[in-house]
């Protein structure tokens, strides 16, 4: 008798302090950012911009740790997250590897293992070639690979990811063969094509940005439905919008960008996953979350709920048609 | 001389007493960060970066700097005294330091390491100023062939002529490659040797392997070799500190020498770690008297430390002229540059010439700061040695386990520390050299990953590496590293049997 008392009254107590959580649920201890990248790169320094907006404007309670664990491509983190699942003081900055990875690679995970919040922007890809090079618009340059099949050298980060996508998407479109070269990161593909060692990357505006106010390396086409955001001159007189889209230049490819996202494990409870969408939308109202965009050429735009749900839907639908073409998906 | 002017402008900005302040706390948390291996460089300096924020940006570099300075010389501390390297850089001072701060000498083991250090950045930061503009062209001009013939070479140095067994030293440099291969391959995207472990999908974490290796080993060693309660005892006293200065111009050539392969592993992208590993190798080959290396040579701390430091501070030329980082500490620094709104590449110096030179100025007498706090340290951490083993082995073990943890945080790497303990405890007990096992880890993937890139631009054909004078020559000469060692041995050996009669008298 006493026992079942006892089970009635914790499990009244158990939907008591549920239901007290569900009216507002903030965090309870600090909360973890996990980057899926290392030190120093794109993900990470859009999750260190984010922690520095939230602790600047006093946005949430509790104390924020960022967390490095950007091996294999990011895997790590997102293992991190599937052995944490339901855990709600844990964040996960990542971009489309989420979703992307699993089909490419064997890995412990599947993108059912973490809950997306929300995209805060997206990052544009250019083809980039040497300042001195023959190639004077994109149309010259995927001729010059169709005389030359198997030819010319185009540099990328990593192997299987963004940026040799975009490019076997190129060949795909345009019948061009390319020579793909990867490296480590986007910082090294710059200095390689700076050098001449490579033709071209498809690096992400600020991976190049240094290089081409130097003079060393200028851009052909955007990937983007629309030209980018203006602004300052970066080199000479031309600056971001008076790049032509790739569209513009005669490449049939209408927009190819990288969302830089915001996940947690799965299983949170649904207020929990509120508090932070709802946290994560203010840290895009801030002026100094503005100024990374503009600064990043990245550009904003918040997606949240099913909006984002769709986005990720029909990204990973356009990614699958190429790995399927290119023969790199893993069963 | 246009340099020069700009650098006097630098020493303007540099040499104001808020920055000198700067320069000391800095150095100070540095080797704070440095010493205790639960922290390490590049987590101290991520941890500094919010605080940087409302500082000018001149300044929070200059504070960066001095730390990543300071943890430097805290690395090189923990090699000597515990056998247990903070940076990977660092590995190669424990072969000759550790043996000597065994015997007794920890005050000049420290001494020797922590001025050599200072000489090196020094030379340093002297070809960083004269050549900053010729240095970045240059480095520009390393392609995937080119970074293969550097590694090479690093690797032909050290290998060259090893003292063990040539059946062992492949084995365990064999070993390392393996490896260095464990993880997610950058050029295929593949899983290599991961057996199916979520935990080895980034692969097996140098430093993890090195804290096994090299700090519970030796615990495991010392335990079997019968437990000495007692410490060692080792002098303490300040004017040993000025008797070890006084014996350091003896030195002069392993100095040199160490300089030159310290300023081109940071000027063309080997870094430090290979710049240390390599300067030990020659500095190896080249003696000819005394005492083998391993047992606690002066020549074997100085000419890894002074390799390491000139590397390291060269090494700050690409990462500003090119935003190429050259360490994790390098690429925390450079996510600070972009966070204060600065770019790093070409026109950073010609846009930002105040941030640039104030930091080169900065980075001279940061490194004379840095000399002058940590000589004045040594007799407090030579003391350490004296505590009796029964207190500090116990701590050595929970600072192993602590340090291996923080890399990545992750559980797994701790049974690593364990696994790893007991090869480095065997390969001691069968004469195997640990040192080439460590070179391959460290070298052996961005190795691979040149190579192969390397074999995809000149679709299979070696003859890539012979495609221009500078791939060439850098070729060429690692293999002469390897060959004509072992010609003299041959030739030497031909002449004995004809005159049949020792060549050493």
């Not at chain 1, 001449?196 to 240094?210: Q, Y």
Request: proline share 6%.
């Amino acid at each position: 008798m006493l026992h079942k008392t006892k089970i009635i009254l914790a499990a009244a107590i158990t939907l008591l302090s549920t239901a007290a959580a569900y009216a507002e649920w903030k965090p309870e201890r600090p909360v973890e950012f996990v980057v899926a990248s290392g030190a120093g790169g794109g993900t990470d320094n859009f999750a260190r911009t984010i922690q520095a907006i939230i602790t600047k404007h006093d946005l949430m309670d509790q104390p924020i740790v960022v967390l490095n664990k950007g091996s294999g491509s990011g895997a790590e983190a997102f293992i991190y997250a599937k052995g944490n699942a339901g855990d709600p003081h844990k964040l996960i900055f990542a971009t489309n590897n989420v979703y992307l990875l699993p089909h490419v690679a064997k890995l412990a995970y599947t993108s059912q293992d973490l809950e997306p919040i929300a995209a805060l922007a997206l990052d544009e890809f250019l083809i980039w070639v040497k300042a001195d090079s023959e190639y004077k618009d994109a149309k010259s340059f995927i001729d010059a690979a169709k005389a030359n099949p198997g030819q010319v050298p185009f540099g990328g980060s990593q192997s299987k990811d963004t940026d040799e996508t975009l490019v076997a998407l190129i060949e795909q479109e345009t019948g061009a063969d390319f020579k793909y070269v990867p490296f480590n990161g986007g910082g090294e593909v710059g200095v390689q094509l700076a050098g001449g060692h490579v033709a071209a990357n498809v690096n992400n505006p600020n991976e190049n940005l240094g290089q081409w106010q130097g003079g060393a390396i200028r851009p052909l086409c955007v990937f983007s439905p629309e030209r980018m955001a203006g602004g300052e001159p970066v080199q000479g007189d031309m600056g971001w919008d008076d790049i032509p889209t790739c569209a513009e230049a005669g490449l049939p490819i209408e927009s190819y960008q990288m969302p830089r996202t915001v996940w947690a494990p799965a299983g949170l409870p649904q207020d929990a996953l509120a508090f932070y969408s709802d946290l994560l939308k203010k840290v895009t109202e801030t002026p100094e979350w503005k100024e990374y965009v503009a600064k990043t050429s990245q550009t904003g735009r918040f997606l949240a709920g099913a909006e984002f749900k769709d986005f990720i839907g029909k990204s990973e639908e356009n990614a699958l048609k190429v790995f399927k073409a290119e023969g790199w998906l893993v069963q | 001389m246009e340099n020069f002017g700009l650098l006097l402008d630098g020493f303007q900005i540099a040499l104001t007493p808020s920055h000198i302040a700067i320069m000391v706390v800095g150095v100070l948390l540095g080797l704070v960060v440095g010493v205790l291996p639960g922290l390490g460089a590049p987590n101290g300096v991520s941890l500094l970066i919010p605080l940087t924020f409302s500082m000018e940006p001149v300044s929070a570099i200059i504070l960066l700097a001095s730390m990543y300075w300071g943890a430097l010389f805290g690395g090189s501390t923990t090699s000597i005294l515990f056998n247990i390297p903070g940076e990977p850089s660092s590995v190669a001072t424990t072969f000759d330091g550790y043996p000597m701060a065994r015997d007794g000498q920890a005050t000049r083991a420290l001494t020797l390491a922590f001025m050599s250090a200072g000489i090196g950045a020094l030379v340093g930061v002297i070809v960083i100023t004269l050549l900053s503009s010729w240095a970045a062209e240059f480095a520009l001009r390393f392609g995937a062939p080119e970074y293969f013939a550097v590694y090479f070479l690093a690797f032909c140095a050290f290998i060259g002529m090893g003292s063990a067994a040539p059946a062992k030293t492949a084995v365990s440099l064999l070993l390392g490659l393996a490896l260095s291969s464990v993880g997610m391959d950058t050029i295929t995207g593949s899983l290599r040797l991961t057996f199916g472990i979520s935990e080895l999908i980034g692969g097996i974490s140098f430093l993890v392997v090195v804290i096994g290796l090299f700090g519970i080993g030796e615990i495991l060693i010392t335990i079997q070799h019968g437990l000495k309660f007692r410490g060692v005892s080792s002098r303490v006293d300040l004017r040993d500190v000025f008797r070890t200065i006084a014996e350091l111009p003896r030195y002069y050539a392993t100095l040199i020498r160490s300089c030159l392969v310290g300023t081109w592993m940071g000027i063309t992208p080997g870094g430090p770690t290979a710049a240390s590993f390599m300067s030990y190798g020659i500095a190896r080959q080249w003696s000819r008297r005394g005492k083998p290396f391993g047992t606690g040579r002066p020549e074997g701390i100085i000419a890894p430390e002074t390799a390491d430091h000139s590397a390291g501070t060269c090494a700050m030329l690409p990462m500003l002229a090119l935003g190429v980082p050259s360490s994790a500490t390098a690429a925390v620094m450079m996510g600070g540059l972009m966070i204060w709104g600065l770019t790093p590449g070409p026109m950073l110096f010609t846009t930002k010439p105040d941030f640039v030179w104030g930091l080169i100025a900065s980075m001279y007498v940061a490194n004379i700061v840095g000399v002058i706090l940590v000589l004045a340290t040594v007799p407090m951490f030579a003391a350490l040695l004296r505590i009796p083993f029964a207190i500090i082995g116990p701590m050595i073990v929970a600072v192993c386990f602590v340090g291996a943890y923080t890399v990545s945080s992750a559980t797994f790497d701790l049974w690593l520390v364990l696994a790893f303990g007991i090869v480095g405890y065997v390969f001691n007990k069968l004469q195997y050299p640990i040192a080439p096992l460590v070179l391959a880890m460290v070298l052996g993937h961005k190795a691979e990953n040149a190579f192969h890139q390397s074999m995809i631009m000149s679709d299979g054909s070696v003859l890539v590496f012979w495609s221009n004078p500078l791939v060439g020559s850098i070729i060429t000469l690692a293999l002469a590293l390897v060959a004509v060692p072992q010609l003299v041995r041959f030739a030497t050996r031909l002449r004995r049997t004809e005159v049949d009669e020792p060549l050493v008298k």
